[in-house]
């Protein structure tokens, strides 16, 4: 996956949130900071922290991609990650559940509404609570009978209630009216009961991006953690940049080894954000890894520096020398940031956010010499993921195979189930060893996941690619358009009918010829309409019919 476009201008980074304990605790957690971020054409103050992954050097670029504290390196051990020192442990047990994740961009969150979504298995509701401006998680199921709150409302309290009785609960999980309950004795005493809480998980608002914290009990270990941030480059004014989120059938593992490997980029997406006839050797070096992940660089022009943090944060950073006309000289730099969220087995959230520093004219921004929408941009970075997608499905249908049938871990035999010769691969094989050795070979899911079928071995190849179901649904600006769109091809249909209608009543025989091409202009703009929204519900991609 490869995202070289860029969209709105993030010219400076937010990180506003405001956690609080478990329901009933005496106490308050907050975590605050104030940065201002540019969406688009949107402005939002939110409040600072200006905090990264642990690290310390002074530099953009030691601050990215320094090696961490007692490196792991590497040699022949990088190609082969099922043969490294089985007697190499990590110092402390990596826990799934002891991270913030990015669920959702907070632009294309409804806050009118209760979202659901799956976070490690587990299903949980976001919504936003009109009194404190603060998005909640909540486990997805209402304490009474089970029913899922995120099937709800926010009601004119603005707590959120519960569709099948009516139970209404407050930000912080309380509930506060049980219908049923008689106003005196012990239903009256039921509101008090920890049995009638919602479970609540910490939050936080970050560069755009809500947080969530996976374990309700986790509060402290929320407050002590810093989320991941975007790289500096992206406050920069001679950057822009775009967003764009979509739910993948194909698991985390498929995703993350994906986005681990550029030279795929030239082949999975010509035409698109590379060409087959420009592909060559990407030699890449391991600088470090360990349970924190890894990273690595390759020499050349361009140059592609990349670090994984675990578990989902990829930073690629592709540095291109060229020369233009009148100008000169020119660096180009751009930034492919994807956090990939593990929702359930086979199913992954892409939250990818893109920066460059060049052709500015041509990215959605603040600015007013940038027309171009963010809607048109989600175009061409849903050709990426759809460049990938039936590639990576029957790429995992042959690993889960291998997995079920003789039980094996396709991670510790990788490079036997796998033929990996290049120095392209190694970031590849870094990621299924830091899988192996750190991640226990899959996420932490909660519940049981046993006897389950993964989606891409089960779903077409239109279900696959299905963008409306997949993105539009999700993103705020997708959904805009396709109902304007969808607005005006009803009045283009309409004005046809009614031209055509009325083109033999004049008798002067040039109004006539006015209204018949009236109808024929109103049927072509409606045909054209219709044609665009395939663009936000389903196009086709067959790789052999781009030459």
Known sequence: MAFVVCNTSLQTRTFSSATSLAPH??????????????????????????VSTPLTPT????????????????????????????????????????????????????????????????????WKEPSSKQWIAFDDKCPHRLAPLSEGRIDEDGNLQCSYHGWSFSGNGSCVKIPQASSEGPEARALQSPRACAKKFPTLVSQGLLFVWPDENGWERAM???PPMLPDDFDK???????????????????????????????????????????????????????????????GNPRISAKFVAPCYYMNKIEIDTKLPLVGDQKWVIWICSFNIPMAPGKTRSIVCSARNF?????????WWQVFPRWQEHWISNKVYDGDMIVLQGQEKIFYSKSTEGSEDVNKNYTKITFTPTQADRLV?????????????QPEWFGSTTDQ??????????????????????????????????????????????????????????????????????????????????????????HAEID
Request: charged share 25%; hydrophobic share 35%; net charge neutral.
């Open 224 to 226: 002590a953690t810093k």
């Open 453 to 542: 079928s993964l989606p891409s071995t089960v779903l077409s190849k239109r279900q696959m690619l299905d963008r409306f179901e997949q993105h539009t649904l999700k993103c705020s600006s997708c959904k805009g358009a396709y109902n304007a769109f969808q607005k005006l091809q009803k009045f283009f249909v309409g004005a046809t009918v009614v031209c055509c209608a009325t083109a033999g009543i004049p008798a002067d025989v040039q109004q006539r010829i006015i209204l018949g091409g009236l109808a024929l202009l109103s049927a072509g703009l409606a045909y054209v309409l219709h044609e665009l929204q395939k663009n936000f519900v389903f196009v086709d991609y067959v």
């Open 359 to 367: 052709f500015q004219f041509t990215v959605p921004g603040p600015k």
């Open 429 to 441: 094989l870094a990621f299924r060893n830091w899988l192996r050795r750190y991640g226990n070979s």
């Open 237 to 299: 004014p001679e950057f822009s940049s775009v967003t764009i989120q979509r739910d993948l059938f194909y698991g985390y593992d498929t995703l993350m080894e994906n986005v681990s490997d550029p030279s795929h980029i030239d082949f999975a997406h010509h035409k698109v954000t590379g060409r087959r006839d420009r592909a060559k050797p990407l030699p890449f070096k391991l600088d470090s890894s360990g349970p924190w992940g890894f990273s690595g660089a390759n020499d």
């Open 59 to 126: 530099t953009q670029e030691q601050q990215l991609f320094e090696p961490e504290p007692q490196p792991t390196h590497h040699s022949q051990e990088d190609r082969n990650p099922d043969e490294g020192d089985e007697n190499e442990r990590s110092d402390s047990k990596f826990s799934w559940t002891d991270h913030w994740y990015p669920v959702s961009l907070v632009e294309d969150l409804d806050p009118s509404l209760p979202t659901p979504f799956q976070l490690l298995g587990r299903d949980i509701v976001l």
């Open 25 to 50: 605790s005496s106490k308050t957690l907050t975590i605050f900071s104030t940065r201002k971020i540019r969406q688009g054409r949107r402005t939002t103050n939110l409040s600072p922290l200006r």
